[in-house]
């Protein structure tokens, strides 16, 4: 049964909750830092650990960071809602609740556009509200040494109360085949756009944005099938296979006239399928009310003026105008934007290099190492500056393309800026005239049969000359100045 | 009529993962109802126009600027734990919930 086959008989609809871990200094509703990698329960306080009588504050760049991502996906800010309890006995919150929001969140009633195979297609989006993200469990015991095995969980609450934003789209019909596709599509856009905003790192391998993939199917002209949900999709290509794993496997039991039953299912990352995960015998009852301890929040439509005005420009919207602005293909700003180059590149052409130059380093060298090392672009030991100052350096002649690389090597490896490295190394192009009249009179005198031939205007053979040249000057000269040197002095 | 039935405290035991014995769910059930038969009187002033009130004083906005105040050392942070492992707390592994 093919994937386009199954498409012919059955339609998916898709909808997607997403979660972002704020990139705030300190936790949602107490003064506790957020550094990711601290030692277990040494940014933990009487708030977080729910010790008695402690009282949460609400972080007010938690509020308006939900607020500019709401107003970033065109939703609409709530003149005045409430945090609400949602109760639940499990050891990673220590308080037996989290504090989120229920029925009034802070931001409803929006939309994305996102672009796939040419064609636009627009996700609802339903609802962003605030909550606070859960401790950390580790299960350990048991004779198999496997989770199912655990006979206690070891919890840090260091990740208990930092800001998690939950972004859910509106159930997306109609999209048929490309389900996967703009499921995908989706995600990278609101990554995108969130990045823009500066707000969180987005780092779907570091957690701080994961994805929940709801998918359900039904026969053309009937109502929408049973939907489950996907948890554990942590990449952007995983949210594609998940999407498109669900529509087979449930169509496999629609096929045999079987019944899709709403259950929570968990991603494979090696087999690319989905798992059973909790049953839902026991049927969830979180039993929410308004959070007493926390005042309600009614943002200043003055303040939420103010936040609108000062929204990013949409990240799609810039590429676009980049795009031209740099004279690059569509192939290749594709491929900067998920290199994250494109802020790096902005900021190396605005420290003064050409776009072609900036481009040529982050999508070259630097992707490379990137790569190499699995990091991102933007931790791979150059700065924009640094870029724009070599490659200066090489506009004006003071390095050549060899050079270059070596001193960006030395950049990356925390020698300093190009210039410090470019002296420190040794590596700068010889220019003093007096040395290289001396370097080439020295392969004149070496090679007389090649000199008497371009002396006779068999000016080709120049080049084996300006390679006995560069040998002296270890490839520290200017190959153009070597060849015009020795076509002077040849009189040719 | 009883506000709250034996079966209802039964459940709100099992998501409070509260052992419960059959006596203890009658009179539970009992001293239950009796406290929300007298929370239930307020329905009968509350009239259309009055709101729900879920906080007393009418404040909103209440907020904190982003900046870090001193945390509890581990020792600190575990000194209340029943019990702890490497600097984590160690809690009996809950059945029957996820991974």
Same mark, same amino acid.
């Given at each position: 049964?093919?994937?386009?086959?199954?498409?012919?008989?059955?339609?998916?609809?898709?909808?997607?909750?997403?979660?972002?871990?704020?990139?705030?200094?300190?936790?949602?509703?107490?003064?506790?830092?957020?550094?990711?990698?601290?030692?277990?329960?040494?940014?933990?306080?009487?708030?977080?650990?729910?010790?008695?009588?402690?009282?949460?504050?609400?972080?007010?760049?938690?509020?308006?960071?939900?607020?500019?991502?709401?107003?970033?996906?065109?939703?609409?800010?709530?003149?005045?809602?409430?945090?609400?309890?949602?109760?639940?006995?499990?050891?990673?919150?220590?308080?037996?609740?989290?504090?989120?929001?229920?029925?009034?969140?802070?931001?409803?009633?929006?939309?994305?556009?996102?672009?796939?195979?040419?064609?636009?297609?627009?996700?609802?989006?339903?609802?962003?509200?605030?909550?606070?993200?859960?401790?950390?469990?580790?299960?350990?015991?048991?004779?198999?040494?496997?989770?199912?095995?655990?006979?206690?969980?070891?919890?840090?609450?260091?990740?208990?109360?930092?800001?998690?934003?939950?972004?859910?789209?509106?159930?997306?019909?109609?999209?048929?085949?490309?389900?996967?596709?703009?499921?995908?599509?989706?995600?990278?856009?609101?990554?995108?756009?969130?990045?823009?905003?500066?707000?969180?790192?987005?780092?779907?391998?570091?957690?701080?944005?994961?994805?929940?993939?709801?998918?359900?199917?039904?026969?053309?002209?009937?109502?929408?099938?049973?939907?489950?949900?996907?948890?554990?999709?942590?990449?952007?290509?995983?949210?594609?296979?998940?999407?498109?794993?669900?529509?087979?496997?449930?169509?496999?039991?629609?096929?045999?006239?079987?019944?899709?039953?709403?259950?929570?299912?968990?991603?494979?990352?090696?087999?690319?399928?989905?798992?059973?995960?909790?049953?839902?015998?026991?049927?969830?009852?979180?039993?929410?009310?308004?959070?007493?301890?926390?005042?309600?929040?009614?943002?200043?439509?003055?303040?939420?003026?103010?936040?609108?005005?000062?929204?990013?420009?949409?990240?799609?919207?810039?590429?676009?105008?980049?795009?031209?602005?740099?004279?690059?293909?569509?192939?290749?700003?594709?491929?900067?934007?998920?290199?994250?180059?494109?802020?790096?590149?902005?900021?190396?052409?605005?420290?003064?290099?050409?776009?072609?130059?900036?481009?040529?380093?982050?999508?070259?060298?630097?992707?490379?190492?990137?790569?190499?090392?699995?990091?991102?672009?933007?931790?791979?030991?150059?700065?924009?500056?640094?870029?724009?100052?070599?490659?200066?350096?090489?506009?004006?002649?003071?390095?050549?393309?060899?050079?270059?690389?070596?001193?960006?090597?030395?950049?990356?490896?925390?020698?300093?800026?190009?210039?410090?490295?470019?002296?420190?190394?040794?590596?700068?192009?010889?220019?003093?005239?007096?040395?290289?009249?001396?370097?080439?009179?020295?392969?004149?005198?070496?090679?007389?049969?090649?000199?008497?031939?371009?002396?006779?205007?068999?000016?080709?053979?120049?080049?084996?000359?300006?390679?006995?040249?560069?040998?002296?000057?270890?490839?520290?000269?200017?190959?153009?100045?070597?060849?015009?040197?020795?076509?002077?002095?040849?009189?040719? | 009529?009883?506000?709250?039935?034996?079966?209802?405290?039964?459940?709100?035991?099992?998501?409070?993962?509260?052992?419960?014995?059959?006596?203890?769910?009658? @009179?539970?059930?009992?001293?239950?109802?009796?406290?929300? +038969?007298?929370? *239930?009187?307020? /329905?009968?002033?509350? %009239?259309? #126009?009055?709101?729900?009130?879920?906080?007393?004083?009418?404040?909103?906005?209440?907020? @904190?600027?982003?900046?870090?105040?001193?945390?509890?050392? +581990?020792?600190? *942070?575990?000194? /209340?734990?029943?019990? %702890?492992? #490497?600097?984590?707390?160690?809690?009996?592994?809950?059945?029957?919930?996820?991974?």
């Amino acid at each position: 049964m093919s994937y386009e086959e199954i498409l012919t008989r059955y339609e998916p609809v898709i909808g997607l909750e997403t979660h972002v871990e704020l990139g705030t200094r300190t936790k949602m509703f107490c003064g506790c830092k957020t550094d990711f990698g601290a030692e277990p329960n040494t940014q933990v306080c009487p708030v977080c650990l729910a010790l008695p009588g402690a009282l949460p504050v609400a972080n007010r760049a938690g509020i308006e960071a939900t607020i500019r991502i709401g107003l970033a996906l065109n939703c609409d800010i709530a003149e005045w809602c409430r945090m609400a309890r949602k109760n639940y006995f499990y050891p990673d919150m220590p308080k037996n609740f989290q504090t989120s929001q229920y029925d009034e969140p802070l931001c409803t009633d929006g939309y994305v556009d996102v672009t796939v195979d040419g064609k636009e297609y627009r996700i609802g989006i339903e609802r962003v509200h605030l909550e606070e993200d859960t401790g950390k469990t580790l299960h350990v015991g048991g004779a198999t040494g496997r989770i199912h095995g655990a006979t206690e969980s070891l919890v840090d609450y260091n990740r208990a109360g930092i800001p998690l934003v939950e972004i859910v789209t509106k159930p997306v019909p109609g999209l048929g085949e490309l389900a996967p596709e703009v499921a995908k599509a989706y995600v990278a856009e609101l990554r995108d756009i969130i990045r823009s905003l500066g707000v969180s790192d987005v780092r779907m391998e570091q957690g701080s944005l994961r994805c929940d993939v709801n998918t359900s199917l039904n026969r053309p002209g009937e109502e929408w099938g049973t939907r489950t949900e996907t948890k554990n999709v942590n990449s952007l290509r995983s949210v594609e296979r998940a999407v498109r794993s669900e529509i087979i496997r449930q169509s496999g039991i629609l096929d045999e006239g079987g019944k899709i039953f709403q259950e929570t299912r968990h991603f494979q990352e090696t087999t690319g399928d989905t798992r059973p995960g909790r049953s839902k015998e026991t049927a969830t009852d979180y039993r929410y009310f308004p959070e007493p301890d926390l005042v309600p929040i009614a943002p200043d439509p003055a303040w939420v003026a103010e936040l609108r005005a000062g929204l990013p420009e949409r990240p799609s919207a810039k590429r676009a105008r980049l795009r031209l602005e740099w004279g690059m293909s569509e192939l290749d700003m594709q491929s900067a934007a998920n290199a994250g180059a494109v802020e790096l590149i902005e900021e190396t052409i605005a420290a003064g290099a050409s776009p072609a130059g900036a481009r040529k380093w982050w999508l070259g060298e630097l992707a490379r190492r990137a790569n190499e090392q699995s990091i991102d672009l933007a931790e791979v030991g150059a700065t924009p500056a640094q870029v724009a100052a070599l490659q200066k350096l090489v506009d004006e002649g003071k390095l050549n393309d060899k050079l270059a690389r070596a001193v960006l090597e030395g950049v990356v490896a925390g020698e300093g800026d190009p210039a410090a490295v470019m002296a420190a190394r040794g590596l700068e192009v010889v220019n003093d005239t007096g040395a290289l009249t001396a370097a080439v009179d020295e392969a004149i005198a070496a090679n007389p049969d090649i000199a008497a031939k371009i002396r006779d205007g068999k000016v080709a053979a120049a080049g084996a000359l300006v390679g006995a040249v560069m040998k002296t000057t270890r490839g520290q000269a200017d190959a153009k100045a070597v060849r015009d040197l020795i076509l002077a002095r040849l009189g040719a | 009529m009883a506000a709250i039935s034996r079966e209802e405290v039964a459940h709100l035991a099992r998501l409070s993962r509260l052992a419960v014995t059959e006596e203890e769910l009658d @009179r539970f059930a009992g001293q239950l109802d009796v406290i929300l +038969q007298s929370v *239930a009187r307020v /329905g009968e002033v509350a %009239a259309e #126009e009055i709101p729900p009130t879920s906080h007393s004083v009418p404040l909103t906005n209440v907020y @904190r600027d982003d900046v870090p105040t001193p945390s509890l050392t +581990q020792d600190e *942070a575990l000194s /209340g734990a029943p019990d %702890a492992y #490497e600097g984590r707390f160690r809690v009996p592994r809950i059945l029957d919930e996820e991974d």
